[in-house]
């Protein structure tokens, strides 16, 4: 079992699971312009990997098989407002009736970094749907520790004030719970839900940094205390290089991913390691000197696996962040 980051040829077994899973609603215009609306999203600025994965078992014969998606957006204070002041369940519907609307929810890169670097972000986490509903299933079991790997890797480093969460049944409300958040509303199953999807009701779940004391905060929730900022100051295509390659991506792989030359991976990877050796020279001990030491020396590849260790260890230095002006 593994999570990555949703690319457009997934979208078709993304979509599958989701009409399998039946348990989120969605009115049948949203349902008809879904696979568009993503692909758009995906599509939006490429150097800005976006909060939409899925989980694939690679056990199963042929080809892996998705097994859960789940999708994050940071929205607009005032979409968060009032999906808060006016709660209805079905959180994917209602952003994306928006967006068919003619209303952009959705904060662009230059916004989310203004929020990175003042006030913080409203995050909408608007989607979670598993193949298997019960909780106990060895598979749930299995993708358990990857569901809180998954939300590290698409959520840690940015500077999340306040979130919403949408989950189905009380199993899942009640993990979400466990793990910080607090009970906003329970609503009723949409009578369009097949009839063999019991226990389904949606849950919404939030965390507001604002009204949530250091004492109650919970592990799930504890990176959203103290945001700090980056240190290195990679720009975003360095930043994007680096995000894939903390998913296992090769240099060959992001280059396809990107449509850039491998050449280009290279010079982003130059570009990052530069930056370390300027702003933390102790972080790969230089050739010299730990030879000097009596240490191993560091380089080539080992100091790539180094410096990719540190920036999983600080996802704030891969996210976006608005330079301030002074000395």
């Not at 009736?97 to 209303?103: A, F, I, S, T």
């Not at 720009?235 to 680096?242: C, G, H, N």
């Not at 080539?300 to 891969?318: C, D, S």
């Amino acid at each position: 079992m593994r999570y990555r980051l949703v690319q457009d040829a997934d979208l078709p077994a993304v979509l599958a699971l989701f009409d399998r899973n039946g348990r989120c609603a969605v009115s049948p215009r949203v349902r008809e312009h879904l696979p568009r609306l993503w692909s758009e999203w995906l599509a939006q600025d490429r150097r800005a990997p976006k909060s939409f994965v899925l989980w694939e078992d690679l056990r199963t014969p042929h080809a892996p098989r998705v097994e859960a998606i789940g999708t994050g957006h940071f929205v607009r204070d005032e979409v968060y407002d009032l999906l808060m002041s006016v709660p209805q369940p079905y959180l994917i519907d209602r952003l994306y009736g928006m967006v068919l609307d003619g209303h952009q929810p959705f904060l662009d890169q230059r916004e989310i970094a203004r929020g990175n670097a003042g006030g913080g972000l409203s995050l909408l986490m608007s989607l979670y749907l598993q193949r298997e509903h019960d909780l106990d299933h060895p598979d749930s079991q299995r993708m358990r520790p990857l569901g809180a790997a998954a939300w590290y890797f698409c959520h840690a480093g940015f500077n999340v004030r306040r979130l919403l969460s949408e989950v189905y049944g009380r199993p899942g409300g009640a993990y979400m719970a466990a793990g910080g958040f607090e009970l906003v509303q329970v609503f009723e199953s949409s009578p369009d839900l097949p009839t063999d999807t019991p226990d389904s009701e949606p849950h919404q779940l939030a965390i507001d940094r604002a009204n949530q004391p250091p004492r109650a905060m919970q592990p799930m929730s504890l990176w959203l205390l103290h945001p700090q900022p980056p240190v290195l100051g990679l720009p975003p295509s360095q930043q994007t290089v680096a995000i894939y390659a903390l998913q296992g991506d090769t240099d060959r792989a992001i280059a396809a991913r990107l449509g850039i030359s491998p050449d280009a991976v290279k010079q982003a990877w130059r570009g990052i390691l530069t930056a370390v050796s300027t702003h933390m020279p102790d972080l790969c001990a230089d050739t010299t000197d730990a030879t000097a030491n009596g240490a191993t020396p560091v380089r080539g590849a080992e100091h790539r696996r180094v410096v990719i260790e540190y920036l999983r260890q600080h996802m704030e230095e891969l996210r976006p962040w608005v330079k301030r002006a002074g000395p």
